[in-house]
T-cell receptor
Framework: NAGVTQTPKFRILKIGQSMTLQCTQD?????MYWYRQDPGMGLKLIYY???????DKGEVPNGYNVSRSTTEDFPLRLELAAPSQTSVYFC???????????????FGQGTRLTVV | AQSVAQPEDQVNVAEGNPLTVKCTYS??????LFWYVQYPNRGLQFLLK??????LVKGSYGFEAEFNKSQTSFHLKKPSALVSDSALYFC??????????????FGRGTSLIVHP
C-alpha cells in the first residue's frame, strides 16, 4: 500500500491564481481530512469528509473548497490564492471503528505552498 | 469541544537521558488520546494511543505515555533518548465536529532536541 499520497510536494502561486492540491489514499478509509500547518500553530482542520459525497467544514475553511467523488480521492481547491494561504498542507485519512471511533490517522507527506 | 495543550514549545535533553514531552487535555466524557511524531519535511506518524485500560501505554520506537486522569495529563516518555528522536511531537484528542463526526484535534506541537 502506498498509503496517503499528496501532489505536488511544492508549489509557488501568485496572488489571485488558483490550484488544486491532490490527495489519494489506497487503504479504503472512509474518513479523510485536510489540515494546514503553520509554525508554532499546530495543525488546523480545513475540511473533512466522512465518505464519498459527504464533506464538512473544519476550523479554517475560508478560501478553500473540497469535493469527495470517490472513496480514494479528496482534492483541496484554492480559488483565489492569498499570501495568508502560504502554509504546509497535509491530507490524512482514517477508518473509525466501532462506537468509540478511536483509530489513528495516516498522513501524507505534505504540500508546501507559497503565495507571492 | 475537546482540546489538548502542550505547554512547552521546545524540550532539550542529552542523549541517553530520559525524556518527557508534556500534554494536558480537556474533554467531556472519556478521553481518547494520541501521540504523533513529525520528522523534518515529512507527514505525521502515529506513535501510540490511549483508549481505555492500563494507564501506561507503550508505542513505537520505545516511546510510552502515561495517562493520569486526576491531573488530566498524557505525557510522552522514553527512558533513554536518542539523537534520532529529535523531531516535532504532537498530542491529539478525539473531538466531535459541529457536524457530529469524530475528528482528531491536535496540540501546537513540541520540538524535541536531543543533544549528542
Amino acid at each position: 500500500n502506498a498509503g496517503v499520497t499528496q501532489t505536488p510536494k511544492f508549489r509557488i502561486l501568485k496572488i489571485g491564481q488558483s490550484m488544486t492540491l491532490q490527495c489519494t489514499q489506497d487503504m479504503n478509509h472512509n474518513y479523510m481530512y485536510w489540515y494546514r500547518q503553520d509554525p508554532g500553530m499546530g495543525l488546523k482542520l480545513i475540511y473533512y469528509s466522512v465518505g464519498a459525497g459527504i464533506t464538512d467544514k473544519g476550523e479554517v475553511p475560508n478560501g478553500y473548497n473540497v469535493s469527495r467523488s470517490t472513496t480514494e480521492d479528496f482534492p483541496l481547491r484554492l480559488e483565489l490564492a492569498a499570501p495568508s494561504q502560504t502554509s504546509v498542507y497535509f491530507c490524512a485519512s482514517s477508518y473509525p471503528q466501532g462506537v468509540t471511533m478511536n483509530t489513528e490517522a495516516f498522513f501524507g507527506q505534505g504540500t508546501r505552498l507559497t503565495v507571492v | 469541544a475537546q482540546s489538548v495543550a502542550q505547554p512547552e514549545d521546545q524540550v532539550n535533553v542529552a542523549e541517553g537521558n530520559p525524556l518527557t514531552v508534556k500534554c494536558t487535555y480537556s474533554v467531556s466524557g472519556n478521553p481518547y488520546l494520541f501521540w504523533y511524531v513529525q520528522y523534518p519535511n515529512r507527514g505525521l506518524q502515529f506513535l501510540l494511543k490511549y483508549i481505555t485500560g492500563d494507564n501506561l501505554v507503550k508505542g513505537s520506537y520505545g516511546f510510552e505515555a502515561e495517562f493520569n486522569k486526576s491531573q488530566t495529563s498524557f505525557h510522552l516518555k522514553k527512558p533513554s533518548a536518542l539523537v534520532s528522536d529529535s523531531a516535532l511531537y504532537f498530542c491529539a484528542v478525539r473531538d466531535k465536529a459541529s457536524g457530529g463526526s469524530y475528528i482528531p484535534t491536535f496540540g501546537r506541537g513540541t520540538s524535541l532536541i536531543v543533544h549528542p
